[in-house]
């Protein structure tokens, strides 16, 4: 099935005009307007001097690079355009570090264990989408990443655990660094076929229900005080996006491995939280962290674009869960068309996305993740089998769509969406 949308954008003055996503040019040309307006946040593409290679400008956090790194290399898979491989592979090796680990010494005071996981990811995105790097092996550096981690593992505290600092160990336990643990662990096992990255994911979240930082019902809290081991009252309840995104593509990771009905549970558990927490909070279909609302600072502004990666992914990996998925990504999306404006299907030129009024790296990294969600309808993880309908492997028959197996297109139907006035409506 293949993605038909037509967008339509109303002026204040009431002029319309159509913004045809129903072939993949289309889309392909939006995504490039949105991908090249990133890169104008990044220094060294304008030849600023002493601009450092690899990173955004302050207060950009570095994980926020590894996020746009990773965007970037799906877009050049997706899209087919080269133009943007030579610029992704540079940074990427300049920010691996003289080890190939993703420990620059430009962060060796202040890393955390989800900024290097989520580096690894961006690694192994990198791996799919461009051609072999004589300066950084992406797939080792992901594994080494995962390894020095695994080493990590704290058992002097809360029964395990990762550390929230890698230089500074001890004060907390947090479900960011946890998350992106068992989503590198979990993505590597579907890369690989390496039982033993499936076992450490496994630990992973297990520990986490343990710990009572992740629940049955699908919460993922912040963080426990590693001082207290972890206790109930020393729980953070506060839940954010990016934390959210990393378990349930995790989960979703691990049900594409297993064909395990834990993992069913567990993958529409984290879903359905993600909905009421993170949608519906506060009455809006917008993707929204409500733990900000209105006041988060950047790095948080930026979580929505790891939840909207990860959306993409499950409904992709777990067809049982495609649906919903999908139509969460369509609501998502809205705020991509009110605030990328008339220009974003051309093509060719810069386009700079506001959400919620703002600009920056993360929010174009979230509008690009969502651009790429309509052109690629399905996103496999490396390792990943297009289909795989064997005996005893079939999503449950309860919620898999006609025809069973994974849906190559994304599926949302026909997309209206109108701006009047400011305001979104959306119809399917």
Same mark, same amino acid.
């Given at each position: ?353 506001? @959400? ?63 701006? @009047? ?8």
């Amino acid at each position: 099935m293949h993605l038909r949308a037509s967008l339509l954008i109303f002026s204040a003055a009431g002029a319309a005009r159509a913004l045809s996503f129903a072939d993949d040019t289309s889309v392909k040309s939006s995504a490039q307007s949105i991908a090249t307006g990133l890169l104008a946040f990044y220094p060294p593409s304008s030849n600023t001097p002493g601009a450092p290679i690899g990173l955004f400008p302050p207060p950009n956090d570095w994980w926020q690079a590894g996020a746009a790194w990773s965007a970037l290399a799906e877009y050049a898979r997706l899209t087919g355009d080269a133009g943007l491989n030579s610029v992704i592979s540079t940074a990427l090796a300049a920010q691996a570090g003289p080890n190939a680990d993703f420990r620059p010494a430009n962060q060796s005071s202040n890393e955390t264990n989800f900024a290097q996981s989520l580096w690894a990811l961006s690694a192994l995105a990198a791996d799919r989408a461009l051609p072999p790097n004589p300066s950084l092996s992406y797939l080792s550096a992901a594994k080494t990443v995962a390894a020095q981690q695994a080493a990590r593992w704290d058992m002097s505290s809360c029964g395990g655990g990762l550390n929230t600092s890698i230089a500074h160990p001890g004060a907390t336990k947090d479900t960011l660094s946890l998350g992106y643990f068992f989503l590198l662990h979990a993505a590597l096992a579907l890369h690989t076929r390496d039982a033993a990255y499936a076992a450490w994911a496994s630990r992973a979240y297990d520990w986490g229900l343990s710990a009572g930082l992740v629940t049955p019902a699908g919460n993922v809290f912040d963080f426990a005080d590693a001082g207290n081991n972890c206790s109930s009252a020393s729980t953070s309840r506060v839940q954010w996006s990016a934390g959210a995104g990393a378990f349930l593509w995790g989960a979703a990771a691990m049900y594409n491995l297993t064909f395990s009905q834990t993992w069913v549970t567990r993958t529409a558990a984290h879903l359905a939280t993600v909905n009421a927490t993170f949608f519906q909070a506060q009455s809006t279909t917008t993707l929204s962290d409500p733990a900000c609302g209105g006041s988060c600072s950047m790095p948080q502004r930026a979580y929505k674009g790891l939840l909207a990666k990860a959306l993409v992914r499950v409904a992709d990996l777990a067809p049982f869960a495609h649906d919903q998925a999908q139509n969460l990504l369509v609501a998502a999306t809205r705020s991509v068309v009110r605030g990328c404006g008339e220009g974003v299907e051309a093509g060719g030129k810069a386009v700079t996305c506001a @959400v919620g009024g703002r600009t920056g790296v993360g929010e174009q990294v979230f509008a690009l993740e969502l651009t790429l969600g309509l052109v690629q309808g399905r996103l496999t993880l490396p390792g990943a089998a297009a289909s795989r309908t064997a005996a005893g492997t079939a999503v449950p028959t309860a919620t898999t769509k006609k025809g069973g197996g994974v849906r190559r297109g994304v599926g949302v139907g026909v997309l209206a969406v109108c701006l @009047v006035g400011g305001v979104v409506v959306v119809g399917l």
